[in-house]
């Protein structure tokens, strides 16, 4: 009777493993297609960004040498970050303003990165601005930090080198 408790045990134990450990994969697999361009490489200050399967390009990147997730948004005016993210990097809140979002007029506070980082890529001295309504832990990547670079879309890519 003992033992077959034990095997029962065992075989319960075994499946609990088996969904964990594809949880873990399917989680992996999930990950990598919202954000496929977790390790960014270039050289000569080129970064070649990969669109995920909703169509945007996600990245992950550095603030002031923190590591952070980029949603790369042209239509941006410039860097927004989520409050809970701009208190976990210290970034100073300054001067209250107004910004137009898609979903309307909403407050924010300005704020200075000492360094923004994509890959190559290292900006300093950017502008942004902390937004308490926005929600999660990615950052829009906006003209603030764009505007000093080229880029074009190719195909599925999007390629930002500095200028020449």
Same mark, same amino acid.
């Given at each position: 009777?003992? &033992? ?6 065992? #075989? ?10 594809? @949880?873990?994969?399917?989680? =992996? ?8 361009? $977790? +390790?960014?490489?270039?050289? !000569? ?6 669109? +995920? ?11 002031? =040498?923190?590591? $952070?997730?980029?949603?790369?948004? @042209?239509?941006?005016?410039? $860097? ?9 990097? +210290? ?8 910004? !137009? ?8 506070? #300005?704020?200075? #990165? *000492?360094? $923004?980082?994509?890959? *190559?890529?290292?900006? &300093? *001295? ?6 308490? !309504?926005? *929600? =999660? ?6 003209? &603030? ?12 890519? #999007? ?6």
């Amino acid at each position: 009777m003992e &033992s077959n408790k034990l095997g029962k045990g065992m #075989l319960t134990a075994a499946w609990v493993i088996a969904l964990v450990l594809l @949880t873990w994969f399917f989680n =992996g697999i999930l990950d990598r297609r919202h954000n496929p361009n $977790v +390790n960014l490489s270039g050289g !000569s200050k080129t970064v070649t960004l990969q669109r +995920n399967h909703q169509g945007h390009y996600v990245a992950n990147g550095k603030i002031n =040498g923190q590591p $952070v997730t980029f949603f790369v948004d @042209t239509g941006a005016t410039s $860097v927004a970050i989520p409050r809970k993210v701009a208190q976990r990097l +210290n970034l100073e809140e300054k001067s209250e303003i107004t910004v !137009s979002t898609a979903n309307g007029r909403t407050k924010a506070y #300005l704020t200075r #990165l *000492d360094t $923004v980082t994509l890959g *190559d890529i290292t900006l &300093s *001295d950017v502008g942004g601005h902390v937004s308490p !309504s926005m *929600d =999660g832990e990615e950052i829009l990547l906006g003209m &603030s930090f764009l505007k000093y670079l080229t880029f074009t879309q190719q195909a599925d890519q #999007l390629i930002i080198k500095t200028p020449e």
